[in-house]
């Protein structure tokens, strides 16, 4: 996604906890041309999202695309979840969104910018998926609030929108990519195979550009067709 953004123009910051991850990124889009840099960032603390936008608009002198993509998972059995992963899964997935959304929010508010803010979703957030309740559930919330927005600031001109990813595999979720869920999966899925992480740069693009001006409040999907597949 970043570096889709970056190759159509924008100077992106890479906002995360790790700087040696963000290293070979930075790197990719520079030598394609674009501009991106690290910020050190905890998603869920709002102080920190605060100053992390100080810098970012000391920097560039502005801000008005903003993508919400941290995120944590668990597979843990549901009668299993302690209170602890309760917790820091809708910390990182739920109250970051909403922080990174009332920061930045009040900032294109206040500005009277033209914003687009992108929402990373999730299919288990449409419909239930099995061995992921707590980050169903927390991505269900994400979903909500995302709408709730889109309608309170479209008549700013803000647009908020969901980005809902069928399955990537990913960091987060290769540990309950078994063979036999694998299959199912790609029984589920009209391409019959997994989406490619570039895959997601159109979407981004879209969502972020004056192209989408009349596009809020909006799920777009990004599935391979698996949502649209039952038996």
Same mark, same amino acid.
């Given at each position: 996604?970043?570096?889709?953004?970056?190759?159509?123009? !924008?100077? *992106?910051?890479?906002?995360?906890?790790?700087?040696?991850?963000?290293?070979?990124?930075?790197?990719?889009?520079?030598?394609?041309?674009?501009?991106?840099?690290?910020?050190?960032?905890?998603?869920?603390?709002?102080?920190?999202?605060?100053?992390?936008?100080?810098?970012?608009?000391?920097?560039?002198?502005?801000?008005?695309?903003?993508?919400?993509?941290?995120?944590?998972?668990? !597979?843990?059995?549901?009668?299993?979840?302690?209170?602890?992963?309760?917790?820091?899964?809708?910390?990182?997935?739920?109250?970051?969104?909403?922080?990174?959304? $009332?920061? +930045?929010?009040?900032?294109? *508010?206040?500005?009277?910018?033209?914003?687009?803010?992108?929402?990373?979703?999730?299919?288990?957030?449409?419909?239930?998926?099995?061995?992921?309740?707590?980050?169903?559930?927390?991505?269900?919330?994400?979903?909500?609030?995302?709408?709730?927005?889109?309608?309170?600031?479209?008549?700013?001109?803000?647009?908020?929108?969901?980005? *809902?990813?069928?399955?990537?595999?990913?960091? $987060?979720?290769?540990?309950?990519? $078994?063979?036999?869920?694998?299959?199912?999966?790609?029984?589920?899925?009209?391409?019959?195979?997994?989406?490619?992480?570039?895959?997601?740069?159109? !979407?981004?693009?879209?969502?972020?550009?004056?192209? !989408?001006? +009349?596009?809020?409040?909006?799920?777009?999907?990004?599935?391979?067709?698996?949502?649209?597949?039952?038996?």
């Amino acid at each position: 996604m970043a570096e889709a953004l970056a190759a159509y123009g !924008a100077k *992106v910051a890479l906002v995360g906890r790790n700087a040696e991850k963000a290293a070979a990124r930075i790197e990719k889009i520079a030598k394609t041309g674009g501009v991106a840099w690290f910020e050190s960032c905890n998603a869920d603390k709002k102080s920190e999202l605060e100053e992390l936008l100080k810098r970012v608009v000391a920097k560039e002198g502005r801000v008005d695309i903003l993508v919400n993509g941290a995120g944590v998972n668990s !597979a843990t059995p549901f009668l299993d979840i302690p209170e602890e992963e309760i917790d820091r899964i809708f910390a990182v997935n739920v109250k970051g969104v909403m922080l990174a959304c $009332q920061v +930045f929010g009040r900032y294109f *508010v206040e500005n009277k910018i033209r914003a687009s803010i992108i929402n990373m979703g999730s299919e288990s957030g449409v419909v239930p998926l099995s061995r992921v309740f707590t980050y169903s559930a927390s991505k269900a919330a994400v979903h909500n609030i995302s709408k709730n927005l889109a309608r309170e600031w479209a008549p700013m001109g803000i647009r908020v929108n969901t980005l *809902v990813p069928g399955f990537f595999p990913a960091e $987060q979720n290769r540990k309950i990519l $078994q063979p036999e869920r694998i299959e199912k999966i790609m029984a589920h899925t009209a391409m019959g195979r997994f989406g490619e992480a570039h895959e997601l740069g159109g !979407a981004t693009v879209l969502l972020a550009s004056d192209a !989408a001006s +009349f596009i809020t409040g909006s799920e777009l999907v990004v599935d391979g067709g698996y949502s649209a597949m039952t038996i």
